[in-house]
Nanobody
Framework: QVQLVESGGGLVQPGGSLMLSCVAS????????LGWYRQAPGNQRELVAR???????NYADSVKGRFTISRDNAKNMVYLQMNSLKPEDTAVYYC????????WGQGTQVTVSS
């Protein structure tokens, strides 16, 4: 079973940047499509960025042009670079496969506030 551990969240002012990291253990994920998801209070969890096993990326319209997903297969890791952050980006961020077939990690809290 894949175990996922996210890190890198925090409190940042609007317009700021954060880089999230996720390390997977339990299996090699190099051929898996991976995603970053987020869940804000009262909202459903949503997929915001996806990267295929071959490195192709897709983004939700709300983050397109601001967020960049990447992966390091050698380290079994996936990253999310978040720039130009907005208060509406405040949420707990999770990584998982796409589709999200693995157990969810604890997530990492991102709070965008002045």
């Amino acid at each position: 079973q894949v175990q996922l551990v996210e890190s890198g969240g925090g409190l940042v002012q609007p317009g700021g940047s954060l880089m999230l990291s996720c390390v997977a253990s339990g299996m090699r994920i190099r051929f898996c499509a991976l995603g970053w998801y987020r869940q804000a209070p009262g909202n459903q969890r949503e997929l915001v960025a996806r990267i295929s096993g071959g490195g192709s990326t897709n983004y939700a319209d709300s983050v397109k042009g601001r967020f960049t997903i990447s992966r390091d297969n050698a380290k079994n890791m996936v990253y999310l670079q978040m720039n130009s952050l907005k208060p509406e980006d405040t949420a707990v961020y999770y990584c998982n496969g796409d589709p999200a077939d693995w157990h969810w990690g604890q997530g990492t809290q991102v709070t965008v506030s002045s």
